[in-house]
């Protein structure tokens, strides 16, 4: 297996660039101090990355996801969506936190729907549009229940489904299984899996797990903090496995050596 260091960045690609950040700084005052929470960051993204975000707490993960995301005006440098500058909040970025970020008051299908009402998409197409994702997340059967009749599980199936919905150019995940417990939360791996899979969208996934990044990612990146930036970015190289159930990624030997030099790059460590 290739070494980390010498895939230190991802290689250009013939496919569409959803996403282009260049040279983006987040320079916050704290009195007469200040803190430099992103530095110098230069990212592509495209149509077909699963990309995954790992790095030490406090490294900029967070504030990179809300930079994208056009939640972050105090950044410098330029944040570009298919070439159009994104300085704010739109459609064309959807976001899943790590709460479910869904309406208490409103069934699974209303909560899918609501965006698309908001759009003024007729009656007919929405409900085109309610079926496919609901199938696509696997809530057929829940798709009449309210948000506190669901596990925690289906809520974030409903908002990842909402988010679809409303056909986003990329998709940003803000550490989403967290909560879950560690069955539900592999379960939830490879639904996203499925569903990105399915979708043919741009997944940008933050994650504590070096696992989680390893199983689901076609691309990984790893920050490190003060300031925070981009140490590695690269393809991951066991996606070749391409097994759903992860049962070929997990025995493969690559997996131990790939999870090994990945924790050892969050850390600081020197590969060399």
Request: aromatic share 6%; with cysteine.
């Amino acid at each position: 297996m290739e070494s980390l260091v010498e895939i230190n960045r991802a290689e250009e690609r013939s496919a569409d660039c959803s996403v282009e950040l260049k040279d983006v700084n987040l320079i916050y005052k704290n009195g007469k101090q200040y803190l430099h929470v992103l530095n110098e960051i230069e990212l592509k993204l495209f149509n077909d990355d699963f990309v995954c975000v790992l790095g030490p707490s406090g490294c900029g993960k967070t504030s990179l996801l809300n930079a994208i995301a056009g939640y972050n005006t105090d950044i410098s440098g330029q944040v570009l969506i298919n070439g159009v500058p994104h300085t704010k909040p739109n459609p064309d970025v959807g976001v899943v936190f790590q709460q479910p970020n869904i309406f208490p008051w409103l069934s699974v299908e209303k909560n899918i729907e609501f965006g698309l009402k908001m759009k003024g998409i007729p009656k007919k197409e929405r409900v085109e549009i309610v079926n496919h994702y609901v199938n696509l997340v696997g809530l057929e059967k829940a798709r009449k229940l309210l948000p506190h009749q669901l596990s925690g599980g289906m809520k974030q199936r409903a908002a990842i489904a909402r988010t679809l919905a409303a056909d986003s150019k990329v998709v940003l995940l803000d550490e989403p299984f967290s909560a879950l417990d560690a069955l539900t939360r592999e379960s939830m791996q490879k639904h996203l899996k499925k569903i990105w899979k399915e979708s043919n969208k741009c997944f940008f996934f933050i994650t504590h797990d070096v696992e989680e990044a390893i199983l689901l990612s076609t691309r990984i990146i790893v920050m490190n903090a003060n300031p925070g930036r981009i140490v590695s970015d690269f393809r991951n190289p066991l996606q070749k496995y391409d097994d759903n159930s992860f049962k070929k990624i997990r025995t493969s030997e690559e997996f131990g050596q790939l999870r090994d030099s990945l924790i050892e790059l969050i850390q600081g460590t020197d590969l060399e």
